[in-house]
């Protein structure tokens, strides 16, 4: 069949290429397994160094798991994930505290993120220590970090505690701790969603710098195609545990090619006052579920363009003008 | 330490903590002082032995309680020739015949409004040899009585309270001067210290004699013995009220064992709620952190330490081995740590292990050890530490209770096993109320005082319990 036929080689100079990852949540029923949520299928992605990579879905299209599945938060069921050349799939002890080391996460509710009853040197401390990083340096880190993402003057800051901060603040000091151990790629879930428009593009902007600084490479995972498109450098969107449609922005958002992708695009908001009447098409109907997906393509039930295909056989992941993947029978 | 600043400052804004806070603190004082004036082993082996007791009147209501009755109930007094003092004076008078008589002079006033419950004569003779005694009593205005002679050898304890042959000459010698006996059974501490006119006869208004008593004791001693033999006498009055506690019907003096029981009860109920609370807290984390079939046995091995029967387990263990109160205390441990707590504090956990920063420390490498113990466990300590101060008289009962059921361990001196002597010797029914009461007043004390301060600690640790 097709889609087993993509299983393009990783690039050994990607920070990231995940090949055919699947994470499947057990569901218990007293002593025995009654079944499957398949929270990610046969999933494939590759990231470059110093770029960044937006991961788009609605929610329970499984790209939190996805996030956490790349910080070994989640163990894959099946598949691979190759972090800067190296398979990192399976490994334990010594070599994960390295792993942890060279990751960083940004999560998306900072009130939450921050543990309410340290206060913030001794949140950014934490990290430190475990990775036993000597006292002495361990100051100076945080007060170079506190810096970087412009908590300034640290001395205002560094012995407050989460509450007393605003959101804006508390989101960096979320993005201080993910930076601390010096990673070369960020997982940030969601990092703006919980805060106020005026603060998204500061956060966003200082993501920004800092990729372009420290050559960061990022995952950013957002259900809002606007701050994808102002802040990524390709994107991956995701459908019921699916990717769909993997390219350069630019690419996805001009010419989008998966019915979805081309449905997300067309619900974007338009501040334009005169296009306030205009009728916009969303597909029709839910996601499915993901502990009975739906045979072929997961799509079908809400695709416009629905064929007898579609609802027999899964798509295959087809490349198209050889950099612009996309899960569709419509190109297959 | 700026933060306990805080929350003091913010506890005392509570009347109820600052109630709380000030008996817990006098509790404290009192378990200090205990633990410094006697130490324990000397205080559980006085409690158990009877000589020690000895001059201490039996059943004996606190002093205190002559403030509320209006009348001067008698203190005991203590008279032994072997002391210098002015009360008690000891001659020899030579008579005929080589012969000497040994003369121990007690002299005390008594002012009381009551008579005493007992008066004891104890003689103590160096030797073995025999000697005659003759006992005189003179009461004020010079009435004089031949109490008993007798034969003595050795140490001899004279109760004068229970001499029935004094008993009779008495009412014969108050026929021949009233001209008839009391209309009711006097009895010889009546006889010693009442006043003899028209009010002996009857039980109403015989009063009380006050003045200068003399007690005489006078022994015959031959010239060969005159240097050689000591012979000393200790006259005891025992009086009705006693110290600031009472006594009880071995003549212990309770306020020593309501005492000592505030350090035992107090380091009982903290240590017992202390480790409890933090062993299920600590099994609750691992339990909700590890989950899988580590949670599903500790679950089980709950489940089945609350259906056991606790109180009855205690009892049987107690009664089929000797136990100290310590190793009682290590039992109710033993016993409650897979407690209900346990469940309690692991749905705490389950919440807390799906709050997003733990899934960040597990991102930067956190070990399980370090995210129970640093990020689980003080998320919910503030909600933790009232229900610890609440729980403390619960064990503090929990020691009283089991004493009463005459388990636990018959060394220790706590307010249980005054109360457990008290419901045995049935005080109430008796009118020992004093000894019933000071016990339970303060545990009762105990109580309150660690309920006001948990009600304030959780009113500041769960802001939501707060008034408006």
């Keep these: 069949m097709l889609k087993d036929e993509y299983a393009k080689p990783c690039n050994l100079n990607d920070i990231l290429c995940i090949r055919g990852l699947c994470v499947w949540h057990p569901i218990r029923k007293f002593l025995t397994i009654s079944g499957y949520v398949r929270a990610l299928d046969d999933v494939n992605i590759d990231l470059e160094k110093g770029r960044i990579l937006a991961i788009v879905g609605e929610s329970g299209s499984g790209k939190t798991t996805l996030g956490k599945t790349i910080l070994k938060i989640y163990q894959p069921t099946k598949g691979r994930i190759i972090y800067d050349g190296k398979d990192i799939t399976h490994i334990k002890g010594k070599e994960i505290k390295w792993y942890r080391r060279e990751v960083g996460y940004v999560q998306q509710d900072p009130y939450g993120a921050l543990p309410p009853f340290m206060n913030i040197r001794e949140i950014l401390e934490e990290p430190l220590i475990i990775h036993e990083v000597p006292k002495s340096d361990r100051i100076t880190r945080i007060r170079e970090t506190l810096e970087e993402v412009k908590l300034i003057p640290v001395e205002d800051f560094i012995n407050k505690y989460p509450h007393m901060l605003s959101g804006g603040q508390q989101q960096r000091v979320v993005i201080a701790r993910a930076l601390i151990l010096r990673p070369k790629l960020i997982v940030a879930d969601e990092p703006v969603s919980m805060l106020d428009a005026s603060v998204r593009i500061e956060i966003l902007t200082l993501f920004r710098e800092l990729q372009k600084r420290r050559g960061l490479s990022i995952v950013y995972i957002t259900h809002d195609l606007s701050t994808a498109k102002y802040f990524s450098d390709k994107i991956a969107v995701m459908y019921a545990g699916h990717v769909v449609e993997m390219a350069q922005t630019d690419k996805v958002l001009s010419k989008p090619m998966h019915p979805y992708t081309q449905s997300l695009i067309k619900a974007i908001p338009d501040p334009d006052p005169r296009n306030r009447t205009l009728f916009r098409e969303v597909p029709p109907g839910e996601p499915p579920s993901l502990l009975n997906p739906p045979p072929g393509c997961r799509f079908h039930p809400r695709c416009p363009y629905a064929m007898d295909v579609c609802r027999r056989e899964e798509p295959p992941i087809v490349e198209v003008n050889g950099v612009h993947l996309v899960k569709c029978w419509l190109y297959g | 330490m700026r933060q306990l600043k805080v929350l003091l400052k913010e506890l005392l804004m509570y009347k109820s903590a600052l109630v709380g806070i000030t008996i817990i603190a006098s509790l404290i004082i009192l378990s200090l002082y205990a633990v410094i004036t006697a130490p324990y082993g000397e205080v559980t082996r006085k409690w158990s032995s009877i000589d020690p007791w000895e001059d201490f009147p039996k059943n004996a209501m606190p002093s205190w309680v002559n403030i509320f009755i209006g009348r001067k109930l008698p203190e005991t007094i203590v008279l032994d020739s072997r002391k210098v003092e002015p009360s008690t004076n000891k001659t020899i008078i030579p008579i005929t015949g080589g012969k000497y008589i040994l003369r121990i002079l007690f002299t005390f006033g008594y002012t009381y409004d009551d008579f005493p419950s007992e008066v004891i004569l104890r003689i103590f003779s160096s030797t073995t040899k025999q000697f005659t005694a003759q006992i005189v009593w003179v009461k004020p205005g010079g009435i004089e009585y031949i109490v008993s002679r007798k034969l003595l050898r050795g140490y001899e304890a004279y109760y004068i309270t229970s001499d029935e042959e004094f008993l009779k000459k008495f009412n014969a010698n108050l026929i021949n001067k009233l001209g008839s006996r009391p209309n009711y059974d006097i009895s010889i501490n009546e006889a010693l210290f009442a006043e003899e006119d028209q009010s002996i006869l009857n039980q109403n208004t015989v009063t009380v004699l006050k003045g200068e008593y003399r007690a005489i ?91 056991l029967p606790f109180l009855p387990m205690l009892l049987m263990i107690s009664y089929f081995y000797k136990i100290t109160i310590w190793v009682l205390l290590l039992i109710v441990i033993l016993l409650s740590i897979f407690g209900s707590g346990v469940k309690n504090y692991r749905a705490m956990f389950l919440q807390i292990k799906e709050i997003p920063y733990i899934e960040a420390a597990i991102a930067y490498g956190t070990s399980s050890f370090r995210i129970v113990f640093r990020y689980m466990i003080p998320k919910i300590l503030p909600t933790i530490i009232p229900s610890i101060v609440l729980s403390v008289p619960d064990f503090v009962f929990l020691e009283a209770a089991l004493a009463l059921f005459g388990v636990g361990d018959p060394q220790a001196v706590t307010w249980g096993r005054v109360l457990e002597d008290a419901a045995r010797e049935a005080a109430l029914y008796k009118g020992y109320y004093y000894w019933i009461l000071q016990p339970s007043l303060l545990l009762l004390l105990t109580a309150l005082g660690f309920a006001m301060l948990g009600l304030a600690l959780d009113k500041i640790f769960n802001p939501r319990l707060r008034e408006m």
């Design chain 2, 217 to 307: 004791v006078d022994v015959l001693i031959g010239e060969e013995d005159l240097n050689k033999v000591q012979i000393d006498a200790k006259l005891v009055v025992y009086g009705k009220v006693h110290g600031i506690a009472g006594t009880d019907h071995r003549r212990r003096d309770l306020a020593l064992a309501l005492l000592w029981g505030t350090p035992i009860a107090l380091a009982f109920g903290l240590v017992a709620s202390i480790t409890i609370t933090f062993a299920q807290m600590f099994i609750a984390a691992m339990s909700a952190w590890y989950g899988k079939s580590f949670d599903f046995i500790v679950q089980r091995i709950t489940e089945i330490f609350m259906v």
